[in-house]
Each structure stands twice: as structure tokens, then as C-alpha cells.
């Protein structure tokens, strides 16, 4: 078959890398734009933090240059700080971790220099809720590569064992089940409930985490008293031992930097975005004079200073596409927060979520003038702080259904009645969604039983079956 060769005419889109480098700014929230910066400063030699907010206008090249501003414009407020005030030190103070506690209980055991080490490596492979995820079998070839000392699984059994006795109790348990009984081995089963907790626990914890409960008692030969008193015992433990070290370096619960504050006073609404702690930057103008130096009156550049023009110039390039792509992000999300506040005014008001529109991306989209994946990557992981707390953007977009008068309503709506009606359901006789289903289509909503579960999932709510109650 001979060879041939052809011309193909197509078109295809392609990003830019300014366009990747925008799409990916636009994704970040606050607290993560404030380490890109700081990146690109470190990464581009003439980029610099603004700390003197200087507004004169720079001209920083030849012919494309010239007419530039390396003034930064996408600072949404302006630091009101004294040259005076003096940033006064905070010092912080950091406990031991999970980890480091652990293994300062070992150093009180009566262990060889071998059995520490060994331990020590167990110890490590505990994660941050106190448990061991690695079988035996794994963590002894490793024991053997890293530290060079063969140990069977027996005796790791043996030195995991010593680390069950250790605080807080329960930790380096392999599954939920050996946690609770490690806890419950602890304590002094002095009571019938705590020894019924045990047994429970030991002997018959699928049908306790079933909640097969009337099954569980017709077993034990128990009454409803005596069962109750032991689930509560159960309930007594922890099912994450290492969240109850709590003066570690372990936060189970980050704090939220908001990306916009909306303030609402007199009736009237004012928007901003938090760049609070995110720097401006500009052109070192250092590297604008060398460029200038290097160039002649006539446009020329010297055969010794052409590859230092072109470095220093890319690296220029580079800096205002950086500075533009964070102008641009600051208009778009501004433009698209501004949309959001329109079309939610009433619900920004109050909070209450009652007064919440049925609202999608492409409502906003088209308000804005934007495209829906762009919308989608500014409401993504950004927060907004308001006179009633925090909010994700994301929670504000909600599905409209339709009541049986016609009347589009929110499903925030739906979510809310079912909420209620399991808050005020018999815990001995929980609502199943097929009866939840028929509550809500006598109310007007006409709804599916699947769209009922969909709803509960989406709430954090368990089955019917798993929300029982003695």
C-alpha cells in the first residue's frame, strides 16, 4: 500500500494557557488564591507584593509595553492602616499530636529497643480517628523493608495488643466493632447493663448495627427497660477514639474563609469580595529599567543583551497575563455574586430559607451574560458571609417543583417539610418514604418515592429502618 500524504482542513477549539490559567484562578477560593500569588511571586522574578499601593502608572516596556499600568486593580477594599500601627507577634503554641501522645505512653512500657521501634511504626500507621486500616500481613513486609527486623504477625498481634491498653481507649482498633469492645473492656462492667452492652457488642453487633432490635431481644430474653439501658451504655462510646484527643494538632472542623460579605442595613444591600489577606502585586520596575538600559534609542537590542531581553521580557509578559487573569477573576466573581443577590433578594433579607427561588445555573448564566460552566466554577466551593451567617454559594441553587395549583416552589421546600415530619415522627414507628411520599403529595406536592429517598439522602437522613428508637 503506498505511502500518501493529504491536507485536512477542521476546526477545533483549543484554550490558550491564559485561558487555563484564568479557568484555574476562578476556581480557587479565597484562602487558596492567596497561596497561588504568593506562588507565581516566588515562581516570576518580576513579580512583587504591592505593600506601598502606589497608583502612579509604570511604563514598562518598548512598544507593547508602554502603555501598561502595573497598578493592581482587583483589590475589592482598601486597608486602612496606619504606617504607625505596629503588628504586634502572636504566639502559638502547638500540643503533641495523636501520634507523638501515643508514643510518649510507650516510652513507659516495658519494651526492648527492637519492640519500641516496631511499635513506634504501628503507631504511624494509626490514622487521625484511631484506627489501624492496614492488615498485618502488609505492615510486616514493610516492618521488614523499612526497618530491616522481621516480625511475624503474631508478634505484631502481640504489640498491637500493648497498644489497645494505651489512651485514649479504642484506639488502633482495625474495625468499628473491636473499637467499642476495646472501650467497653476498659471501663468496670460492674452494672446488668454494661455486661448486656458487651454481649451485645461481642456476640450479636449485626443486628445491632441493623437496628434489629425486637429480633436482638427475643434472643437476649430481655424487656424493653433492660435493652434500652444497655444501648445507651453503647451509646457512651466513641465510634472515633482519635477525635477524643482533642490538644493535638488534629482540627476536625476548618475554618471557613468567606469569599464575599454582604452587609444589609436601611434596605439597602452592599456587596464585596474578601481580599483581606490576598497581596498586590505588580511589575518590579527594576527589571522595566533594565530592559531600558538594554534597548537602544532606535529599537535595537545588542547581540550580548538579546537573550536578556527575551528572558526578562516573557518573564514581563507572563506577569501582566497573572495580574490580568486576577483582574478578571475579580470582575467575574462580583459580576456573578451581583446576579445571585438580585435574583435571591428576598431570601438575603431575612435567611429564611422559605423565601429561597427555584434557581440553576443557567438562570444566573444568563443573567450575567456568562457561560454555565463558568458560573459553576465561581459558586464552587465559595462562601458568603451575611448578617445571619455563612452560606455555600451552592446550597442557594435548588431543583422548582410544581404543586398540584401550579405554583413553582423551591425543593428547598420539600427538603424542609421532611425534615420536619421526621423530627416529629415516633421514633419506635419511623415513616418510611413511601409514607413520607403520600404526606407530602397530600400537602399539593406532587412527588415520587424515589425523589422522597433522593431528598432524605441529600439531607443526611437515614432510613427508616436505622432511625428506629427503643
Same mark, same amino acid.
Given at each position: 500500500?503506498?505511502?500518501?500524504?493529504?491536507?485536512?482542513?477542521?476546526?477545533?477549539?483549543?484554550?490558550?494557557?491564559?485561558?487555563?490559567?484564568?479557568?484555574?484562578?476562578?476556581?480557587?477560593?479565597?484562602?487558596?488564591?492567596?497561596?497561588?500569588?504568593?506562588?507565581?511571586?516566588?515562581?516570576?522574578?518580576?513579580?512583587?507584593?504591592?505593600?506601598?499601593?502606589?497608583?502612579?502608572?509604570?511604563?514598562?516596556?518598548?512598544?507593547?509595553?508602554?502603555?501598561?499600568?502595573?497598578?493592581?486593580?482587583?483589590?475589592?477594599?482598601?486597608?486602612?492602616?496606619?504606617?504607625?500601627?505596629?503588628?504586634?507577634?502572636?504566639?502559638?503554641?502547638?500540643?503533641?499530636?495523636?501520634?507523638?501522645?501515643?508514643?510518649?505512653?510507650?516510652?513507659?512500657?516495658?519494651?526492648?529497643?527492637?519492640?519500641?521501634?516496631?511499635?513506634?511504626?504501628?503507631?504511624?500507621?494509626?490514622?487521625?480517628?484511631?484506627?489501624?486500616?492496614?492488615?498485618?500481613?502488609?505492615?510486616?513486609?514493610?516492618?521488614?523493608?523499612?526497618?530491616?527486623?522481621?516480625?511475624?504477625?503474631?508478634?505484631?498481634?502481640?504489640?498491637?495488643?500493648?497498644i489497645h491498653q494505651l489512651e485514649p481507649a479504642g484506639i488502633g482498633a482495625?474495625?468499628?466493632?473491636?473499637?467499642?469492645?476495646?472501650?467497653?473492656?476498659?471501663?468496670?462492667?460492674?452494672?446488668?447493663?454494661?455486661?448486656?452492652? /458487651?454481649? *451485645? #457488642? &461481642?456476640?450479636?453487633? =449485626?443486628? +445491632?448495627?441493623?437496628?434489629?432490635?425486637? !429480633? $436482638?431481644?427475643a434472643r437476649l430474653g430481655v424487656g424493653e427497660d433492660e435493652f434500652r439501658d444497655a444501648i445507651n451504655e453503647i451509646k457512651?462510646?466513641?465510634?472515633?477514639?482519635?477525635?477524643?484527643?482533642?490538644?493535638?494538632?488534629?482540627?476536625?472542623?476548618?475554618?471557613?474563609?468567606?469569599?464575599?460579605?454582604?452587609?444589609?442595613?436601611?434596605?439597602?444591600?452592599?456587596?464585596?469580595?474578601?481580599?483581606?489577606?490576598?497581596?498586590?502585586?505588580?511589575?518590579?520596575?527594576?527589571?522595566?529599567?533594565?530592559?531600558?538600559?538594554?534597548?537602544?534609542?532606535?529599537?535595537?537590542?545588542?547581540?550580548?543583551?538579546?537573550?536578556?531581553?527575551?528572558?526578562?521580557?516573557?518573564?514581563?509578559?507572563?506577569?501582566?497575563?497573572?495580574?490580568?487573569?486576577?483582574?478578571?477573576?475579580?470582575?467575574?466573581?462580583?459580576?456573578?455574586? /451581583?446576579? *445571585? #443577590? &438580585?435574583?435571591?433578594? =428576598?431570601? +438575603?433579607?431575612?435567611?429564611?430559607?422559605? !423565601? $429561597?427561588?427555584?434557581?440553576?445555573?443557567?438562570?444566573?448564566?444568563?443573567?450575567?451574560?456568562?457561560?454555565?460552566?463558568?458560573?459553576?466554577?465561581?459558586?464552587?466551593?465559595?462562601?458568603?458571609?451575611?448578617?445571619?451567617?455563612?452560606?455555600?454559594?451552592?446550597?442557594?441553587?435548588?431543583?422548582?417543583?410544581?404543586?398540584?395549583?401550579?405554583?413553582?416552589?423551591?425543593?428547598?421546600?420539600?427538603?424542609?417539610?421532611?425534615?420536619?415530619?421526621?423530627?416529629?415522627?415516633?421514633?419506635?414507628?419511623?415513616?418510611?418514604?413511601?409514607?413520607?411520599?403520600?404526606?407530602?403529595?397530600?400537602?399539593?406536592?406532587?412527588?415520587?418515592?424515589?425523589?422522597?429517598?433522593?431528598?432524605?439522602?441529600?439531607?443526611?437522613?437515614?432510613?427508616?429502618?436505622?432511625?428506629?428508637?427503643?
Amino acid at each position: 500500500m503506498a505511502i500518501s500524504q493529504r491536507q485536512i482542513q477542521k476546526q477545533i477549539q483549543t484554550l490558550s494557557p491564559q485561558q487555563i490559567q484564568m479557568i484555574k484562578l476562578l476556581e480557587l477560593p479565597a484562602v487558596q488564591l492567596e497561596q497561588r500569588i504568593k506562588q507565581e511571586i516566588e515562581e516570576n522574578i518580576v513579580l512583587e507584593e504591592d505593600e506601598l499601593k502606589d497608583d502612579e502608572n509604570e511604563q514598562i516596556s518598548m512598544e507593547e509595553y508602554l502603555r501598561e499600568d502595573d497598578s493592581p486593580g482587583y483589590k475589592a477594599r482598601i486597608n486602612n492602616y496606619s504606617k504607625d500601627d505596629k503588628q504586634r507577634p502572636v504566639t502559638l503554641t502547638e500540643g503533641l499530636s495523636l501520634q507523638e501522645y501515643l508514643m510518649e505512653q510507650l516510652r513507659y512500657r516495658n519494651l526492648s529497643d527492637e519492640e519500641r521501634k516496631v511499635a513506634e511504626f504501628l503507631v504511624g500507621s494509626i490514622d487521625e480517628n484511631g484506627y489501624l486500616r492496614r492488615d498485618m500481613e502488609s505492615i510486616s513486609d514493610d516492618v521488614a523493608f523499612s526497618l530491616g527486623i522481621e516480625y511475624s504477625v503474631k508478634e505484631l498481634e502481640r504489640l498491637l495488643s500493648i497498644i489497645h491498653q494505651l489512651e485514649p481507649a479504642g484506639i488502633g482498633a482495625r474495625n468499628l466493632q473491636e473499637c467499642l469492645l476495646l472501650q467497653m473492656n476498659q471501663r468496670r462492667i460492674d452494672t446488668p447493663a454494661k455486661q448486656m452492652a /458487651q454481649k *451485645i #457488642l &461481642s456476640s450479636h453487633f =449485626e443486628e +445491632f448495627t441493623k437496628k434489629h432490635y425486637e !429480633k $436482638l431481644m427475643a434472643r437476649l430474653g430481655v424487656g424493653e427497660d433492660e435493652f434500652r439501658d444497655a444501648i445507651n451504655e453503647i451509646k457512651h462510646l466513641s465510634p472515633k477514639p482519635g477525635n477524643l484527643y482533642s490538644d493535638g494538632s488534629f482540627d476536625t472542623s476548618p475554618y471557613i474563609i468567606p469569599d464575599f460579605t454582604i452587609d444589609y442595613h436601611d434596605g439597602q444591600f452592599d456587596l464585596s469580595l474578601n481580599s483581606y489577606n490576598i497581596p498586590e502585586v505588580k511589575i518590579n520596575r527594576r527589571y522595566v529599567e533594565m530592559i531600558r538600559d538594554m534597548v537602544s534609542s532606535d529599537g535595537f537590542v545588542s547581540e550580548k543583551d538579546k537573550e536578556a531581553v527575551q528572558f526578562v521580557k516573557s518573564k514581563i509578559d507572563s506577569a501582566k497575563w497573572f495580574i490580568s487573569a486576577i483582574k478578571q477573576r475579580h470582575d467575574t466573581l462580583m459580576r456573578t455574586m /451581583q446576579e *445571585i #443577590l &438580585s435574583f435571591q433578594k =428576598e431570601y +438575603f433579607k431575612d435567611g429564611d430559607q422559605s !423565601k $429561597l427561588r427555584p434557581m440553576i445555573l443557567k438562570d444566573i448564566a444568563d443573567r450575567a451574560g456568562l457561560d454555565v460552566s463558568t458560573i459553576s466554577r465561581v459558586v464552587n466551593s465559595k462562601y458568603a458571609q451575611t448578617h445571619f451567617g455563612i452560606i455555600l454559594l451552592k446550597s442557594l441553587f435548588s431543583e422548582a417543583m410544581q404543586t398540584e395549583s401550579g405554583e413553582i416552589v423551591s425543593s428547598y421546600e420539600i427538603k424542609n417539610i421532611l425534615q420536619k415530619c421526621i423530627d416529629e415522627e415516633d421514633k419506635r414507628h419511623p415513616l418510611t418514604d413511601e409514607t413520607l411520599m403520600n404526606i407530602l403529595n397530600s400537602k399539593g406536592y406532587c412527588i415520587a418515592r424515589r425523589t422522597v429517598a433522593k431528598y432524605r439522602e441529600m439531607l443526611g437522613i437515614p432510613v427508616a429502618r436505622l432511625r428506629k428508637q427503643i
